[in-house]
C-alpha cells in the first residue's frame, strides 16, 4: 500500500513565526488531505488539496502532484496553532485513506 | 449544518467484554468509516460503510465489525476486547457521489480497557 512520511516529526516555534511541514507520498493519489488535530483529539479539516495551491487566512497548502507531495505553510504562528497536524491520502489502490504520522507543532509566546 | 457526532465520548471497559460505539455523519453525507488512533501515532482504517454494506477493510481482526442503518448512522462494535484495544475511535463521514472522498470527523470516542 502507500507509504506517507511527514518532516519534520516535532517542530518548536515563537509566536509569530512561520512554518513549513512537509508530506511526501510514495504513488500517486487524488485525494489528499491536511488536518489539524487539537489537544481533545478533534481532527480539523485544514485543506482539500489533491493538486494545486490553496490558502486559507494564515494557512496555505500546495500539492505537487507529480513529484508526490505537499506543502503546509503557516505564517504569523499563533498559540492556538499548537497541535499535531496530519497529512491523509486516498489509497487508490486499497481504497481507503493513510495518514502520516503527523508533525506535532509547539507554538511558544 | 449538524457536523459528525459520536458517543459516547469516553468509555472504560475491561478485557474480555464487548463495546459499540456510534456515529452520526454530517448532513448529507451518506459514506461513514471508522478509524482507530493510538496515542502518539496517525489514525488507522478500520472499515468504510456505504449502503449499509462494508466496503473496505483495513488490517483489524474480525472482533471488529459494523453496521449502517438506513439513515446512514453507523455503529463500530469490538468484541473480547483486549488491552491493545485502548485507543481514540474516530468516524468519519464523506459523500460517495462526489468520488472525491473528502472526508469529516467527529470527535471521537477515547476506549480505555482495563
Known amino acids: 500500500g502507500i507509504q506517507v512520511e511527514q518532516s519534520p516529526p516535532d517542530l518548536i516555534l515563537q509566536e509569530g513565526a512561520n512554518s513549513t511541514l512537509r508530506c511526501n507520498f510514495s504513488?500517486?493519489?487524488?485525494?489528499l488531505q491536511w488536518f489539524h488535530q487539537n489537544p481533545w483529539g478533534q481532527l480539523i479539516n485544514l485543506f482539500y488539496?489533491?493538486?494545486g495551491t490553496k490558502q486559507n487566512g494564515r494557512l496555505s497548502a500546495t500539492t505537487v502532484a507529480t513529484e508526490r507531495y505537499s506543502l503546509l505553510y503557516i505564517s504569523s504562528s499563533q498559540t492556538t496553532d499548537s497541535g499535531v497536524y496530519f497529512c491523509?491520502?486516498?489509497?487508490?489502490?486499497?481504497?481507503?485513506?493513510?495518514f502520516g504520522p503527523g508533525t506535532r507543532l509547539s507554538v511558544l509566546p | 449544518d449538524a457536523g459528525v457526532t459520536q458517543s459516547p465520548t469516553h468509555l472504560i471497559k475491561t478485557r474480555g467484554q464487548q463495546v459499540t460505539l456510534r456515529c452520526s455523519p454530517k448532513?448529507?453525507?451518506?459514506?461513514v468509516s471508522w478509524y482507530q488512533q493510538a496515542l502518539g501515532q496517525g489514525p488507522q482504517f478500520i472499515f468504510q460503510?456505504?449502503?449499509?454494506?462494508?466496503?473496505q477493510r483495513g488490517n483489524f481482526p474480525d472482533r471488529f465489525s459494523g453496521h449502517q442503518f438506513p439513515n446512514y448512522s453507523s455503529e463500530l462494535n469490538v468484541n473480547a476486547l483486549l488491552l491493545g484495544d485502548s485507543a481514540l475511535y474516530l468516524c468519519?463521514?464523506?459523500?460517495?457521489?462526489?468520488?472525491?472522498?473528502?472526508?469529516?470527523f467527529g470527535p471521537g470516542t477515547r476506549l480505555t480497557v482495563t
Open positions: 460503510y456505504y449502503e449499509e454494506e462494508e466496503r
Open positions: 491523509a491520502v486516498f489509497d487508490n489502490y486499497g481504497q481507503n485513506f493513510v
Open positions: 448532513s448529507g453525507h451518506d459514506t
Open positions: 488539496i489533491p493538486s
Open positions: 504513488d500517486s493519489v487524488n485525494n
Open positions: 468519519a463521514s464523506s459523500l460517495a457521489w462526489t468520488g472525491a472522498y473528502e472526508q469529516y
